[in-house]
């Protein structure tokens, strides 16, 4: 489907047009007509479908055409992490490029007092679109600088890495402030139980639109150690033996080991850096200034990165433990191969691991290539994902500032190229009653 087959307005239309946007993705093509139609969406697509344009072009389009008050808060979008909230935000700016008079405000913590006072003001003010992180908008919200009694669009993006951080609480505590009538969006990677009890108590006779997983890149040549726990500190001094390796991202899901190799790799004079939770805001974007500029060679993370952040010339991605899900394995090594490379992608499968590893195996319908040891190293377990089903792997599944936009255009500086497009009908007197 092309974007001129939607009811999208011309001054999105336009906006697309110059950044040459022409077909929409799959999730794109499911996701607006419905978000049109005033109904609520669950929409199901991992990191790099283009789930944000997804909502954030139809609510511009019905912001600019529409009549929502120009005094309120009409749309906040919930983002996980600040780093999201930012790219979304940029993307705004973007698309909203030929819009008059729709502002945004993204609000987020680890900032100076400075910014949080420009962020109460945008909020009292009535920015038509909030992007937030849960914790800083509760804490607006608790100050009294927001009104969300008007609110048309809540859309709330990664909602299950948002539980994973634990926000369930936070979020539902912000779903009370909201009106009943409100259209409800909401994106997710996965959809395990929680995430369907979310969507039971928050939407409205939700439309479904899901979008398979894609499997990982061809062009990643996939790779595993199977070893003891006690071997992988080894493995990973003798595949950075020499610093001969750039641009890479180590994940572990726990910050304790992402410390230890990190001080491990820094001890061998690799020039790396670290990211986990228990750094500041302030600490975290210059470690992802760093490593995005290329002054750090590696980044050793937590999940954290593995979802959302957008780096291009990553050229091996190591995964220290095995993930819990299958899906999210594709997001960790999704962030290597990218805009037409190579990459490689290796994994340190202990015996605790190996029933997940197997699932990963069958999820992604690969074989994944067994490397040996080091001889320096001894022999490792050897590779039985049944046998080792033990309590870990068992039940695991296998896949599942406001700020004013630039001046309308006056005329379709295109000339007829939209004149047979469809239009939208006008006026809100369809919105289904919620």
């Given amino acids: 489907m092309k974007f001129e087959e939607t009811y999208l307005n011309d001054n999105i239309l336009d906006a697309l047009y110059d950044m040459h946007f022409e077909e929409c993705t799959p999730i794109q093509a499911g996701c ?10 669950i929409g ?5 479908t283009g789930k944000t344009a997804a909502y954030l072009l139809p609510i511009l389009s019905m912001l600019d055409e529409e009549d929502y008050p120009k005094d309120a808060i009409n749309c906040i979008i919930m ?4 780093e999201l909230a930012q790219q979304i935000d940029q993307a705004m700016q973007g698309f909203g490029y030929y819009l008059d008079g729709i502002s945004s405000v993204a609000v987020y913590g680890g900032n100076d007092g400075a910014r949080y006072d420009q962020e109460m ?3 009292r003010m009535g920015a038509d679109v909030v992007i937030a992180t849960p914790g800083r908008l509760l804490s ?11 609110v048309s669009f809540f859309v709330l993006d990664e909602a299950d890495r948002m539980l994973d951080m634990g ?17 409800t969006i909401m994106f997710s990677a996965t959809m395990p139980d929680k995430i369907q009890a979310l969507a039971k108590s928050i939407l409205h006779n939700p439309v479904e639109v899901k979008i398979a997983v894609s499997k990982p890149a061809e062009k990643i040549h996939q790779m595993a150690y199977v070893c003891y726990e006690s071997q992988k500190l080894e493995i990973i001094k003798h595949l950075f033996k020499g610093n001969r390796l750039q641009r890479v991202i180590l994940f572990s899901g726990k910050k304790e080991k992402v410390k230890e190799v990190g001080r491990q790799l820094a001890l061998m004079g690799v020039n790396c850096c670290q990211m986990h939770s228990d750094l500041t805001q302030q600490e975290r974007d210059e470690v992802m200034f760093m490593f995005k500029s290329g002054q750090k060679d590696v980044l050793v993370a937590t999940d954290i990165v593995a979802r959302g952040i957008d780096i291009d010339d990553i050229q091996m991605v190591i995964n220290y433990d095995v993930p819990h899900d299958s899906e999210d394995y594709v997001h960790r090594i999704g962030r290597t191969a990218r805009a037409d490379r190579d990459g490689e992608a290796i994994t340190l499968v ?3 691991d190996m029933f997940l590893f197997g699932q990963i195996e069958k999820f992604i319908e690969k074989t994944i290539e067994k490397i040996p040891l080091p001889e320096d190293m001894g022999d490792g377990p050897a590779y039985n994902p049944i046998k080792h089903s033990g309590p870990r792997g068992k039940g695991n599944k296998a896949g599942n500032g406001g700020r004013r936009r630039g001046k309308k255009g006056t005329s379709n500086h295109h000339g ?13 007197d369809e919105k289904n009653s919620k």
Avoid at 44 to 48: C, N, R
Avoid at 416 to 428: F, Q
């Fill in 79 to 82: 983002s996980p992490t600040r």
């Fill in 32 to 41: 607006i007509p419905e978000i049109l139609d005033y109904k609520d969406v």
């Fill in 167 to 183: 926000f369930s609480d936070d979020i539902m505590q912000i779903v009370k402030q909201l009106p009943e009538n409100r259209q």
């Fill in 416 to 428: 007829n190229k939209r004149s047979n497009r469809k239009k939208k009908p006008t006026g809100k």
């Fill in 140 to 150: 607006h919200i608790r100050m009294g600088n927001v009104d969300m009694s008007r």
């Fill in 121 to 123: 003001k945008s909020l």
């Fill in 44 to 48: 199901i697509a991992q990191t790099g």
């Fill in 350 to 352: 202990s015996e605790p």
